[in-house]
């Protein structure tokens, strides 16, 4: 029998199962001597040991198509990261640093503004104009009139999600617009593993209709640049790549070389100022953190 974990805490998992719901399972010891330990997301085989306390073993793991590390989770097909379109109004900088982490572990991001019934129109459209490039598709929504929710719907129906964002954008009003039968899914959740309500954060996956999974990551308000070189930050924008080969230089950061393309592009509008600000601070960072290493 296979299910999808949506939960590990203490040692023990909690596996989805379509035909029977949730089961609280223990991993097997081949997987320690293997040095394989199973994550949140991972399809998993599934032994039934007791069938009325839902009881169970985790027999295999299935091959991953994709593995996070920060959060750590299997087999995600896309990030959501939701900002603020009005009030508090959107850290562009922490917002940069969440597609570059992405990014750098090969995951789509979709980014959505809420909040757009509260927002100037002309924000709105600045917003637009600085990720409209970047190689993230933006969502504008609003669960005040309903706006751009059956949109966002469409893209996490049937697909693994990471939804992230700070707090106070309306993540939670989002989800429940959006998938109504959440709380009641959460809810079981939360009886079933009874310690959920009272113990530190974990990653979990919510089980959501029409084979949907979202892990709501708690509200952040700070973000580590992904462990890489101060060169190689150029890589993950995409807003730079159709200009990089008409540089002077072939190994250009685009920081403070002459005859620089991406520069040019800034200068004439077509790289947006906001990223390319970000991308210069992300770049000295990355250079002082090499420097005191």
């Known amino acids: 029998m296979q299910g999808k974990i949506i939960r590990g805490v203490g040692g023990f998992y909690y596996v989805h199962v379509p035909e029977m719901g949730l089961l609280e399972c223990k991993a097997k010891g081949v997987f320690r001597n293997r040095k394989v330990k199973p994550l949140v997301g991972d399809d998993v085989e599934v032994e039934v040991l007791d069938e ?14 994709s593995e996070l590390i920060r959060p750590a989770v299997a087999n995600v097909d896309q990030a959501v990261v939701i900002f603020a379109a ?9 917002l940069d640093r969440f597609l570059l982490m992405m990014k750098w572990q090969d995951v789509p991001v979709r980014i959505c503004f809420n909040k757009l019934d509260a927002a100037d129109d002309s924000f709105i459209t600045e917003l637009e104009d600085i990720y409209r490039t970047s190689g993230a598709e933006v969502f504008f929504t609003s669960t005040y009139s309903g706006e751009g929710l059956e949109l966002l719907h469409d893209h996490l129906a049937h697909k693994t999600t990471v939804l992230a964002g700070p707090s106070g954008v309306g993540k939670s009003s989002v989800m429940n617009a ?7 899914e959460i809810g079981e959740i939360s009886t079933k593993i009874k310690r959920g309500k009272h113990t530190t954060r974990h990653s979990e ?8 999974y979202v892990m709501d990551t708690p509200g952040f308000t700070s973000l580590s640049l992904p462990d890489i070189e101060k060169e ?28 620089c393309s991406v520069k040019l592009a800034l200068e004439q509008g077509e790289i947006a100022e906001n990223r390319y600000e970000n991308y210069l601070s992300f770049y000295e960072e990355l250079r002082r953190k090499k420097r005191y290493k």
């Open 205 to 212: 996956l919510f089980f959501l209709p029409e084979q949907t």
């Open 178 to 184: 959006i998938f109504p039968e959440a709380e009641m």
């Open 86 to 94: 009005s009030y508090p109004k959107p850290n562009l900088n922490l």
């Open 232 to 259: 190689e930050l150029r890589e993950y924008y995409e807003e730079f790549k159709p200009y990089t080969e008409h540089c002077r230089f072939q190994g250009c950061v685009h920081v403070n070389e002459p005859d």
């Open 52 to 65: 009325e306390n839902r009881l169970g073993n985790i027999s295999d793991i299935l091959p991953r198509h």
